[in-house]
């Protein structure tokens, strides 16, 4: 998952009511078999296995402030971890 998808489910879906079908569609759970050719790795069970490592889980982050949520992103995203490494501020050369 992405630093986009991340940041979407943070900053948008978690923060709202529980009536809004696209925080309802993050914790449905559906019953039955997945399809024959379906991966048995769903999205939210992928994205749990991504922040398994890190020390508290996105939903236990839904209550915090916006910050912490930044952060937890960030540390998430090694991508800009590296890019700000590579990078420097008024350099225009590319990543190595």
């Known amino acids: 998952m992405g630093e986009r998808e991340r940041r979407w489910i943070g900053q948008h879906t978690l923060r709202k009511p529980g009536?809004?079908?696209?925080?309802?569609?993050?914790?449905w759970n559906?019953?039955?078999?997945?399809?024959?050719g379906r991966s048995r790795m769903t999205w939210e069970r992928e994205t749990e296995a991504e922040v398994a490592?890190?020390?508290?889980?996105?939903?236990?982050?839904e209550?915090?402030?916006?910050m912490v949520?930044?952060?937890?992103?960030?540390?998430?995203?090694?991508?800009?971890?590296?890019e700000g490494y590579?990078?420097?501020?008024?350099?225009?050369?590319?990543v190595l």
């Open 30 to 36: 559906p019953q039955g078999r997945r399809a024959r």
């Open 19 to 27: 009536h809004w079908i696209t925080k309802n569609s993050l914790v």
């Open 86 to 94: 590579f990078y420097k501020p008024n350099s225009t050369s590319k």
């Open 69 to 82: 949520w930044r952060i937890f992103v960030g540390g998430l995203c090694f991508r800009r971890l590296i």
């Open 63 to 66: 209550e915090k402030n916006r």
């Open 53 to 61: 490592t890190a020390e508290e889980t996105w939903k236990e982050l």
